[in-house]
């Protein structure tokens, strides 16, 4: 299983001289893909794809698509974000000015 996500606000994580653990702004339109065995439960899938989103994109930040070979992870996903299943799909082009 997989899902791919959108992002137009991704950070970068990184530990500065004092060890302590930062972020700062990527800039561009990022694409994150996180990729799961066959058999990870759908909840599962969808709380580890929360919890990693946490160190792709900002703080409040919402996916700009969603594309996942699983229905249901893209639905739960999608929900989850306020975004319109119908507008949830990669846009053409996406990521090639970056």
């Known amino acids: 299983m997989y899902v791919k996500i959108g992002n137009n606000r991704a950070i970068e994580t990184y530990y500065d001289q ?13 694409t994150t893909t996180l990729s799961y065995p066959p ?17 792709h994109m900002e703080e409040g930040a919402s ?22 299943i119908t507008k949830a799909d990669r846009p053409e082009g996406w990521g090639q000015g970056t």
């Open 18 to 30: 004092e060890g302590e653990l930062r972020a700062r702004p990527l800039p561009g339109e990022r």
């Open 63 to 84: 996916p700009v698509w969603i594309e996942s070979d699983s229905k249901s992870l893209r639905k739960l996903l999608v929900e989850h974000y306020g975004l319109q």
């Open 39 to 55: 058999n990870i439960p759908l909840l599962e899938a969808f709380t580890t794809t929360l919890a990693a989103l946490k160190r």
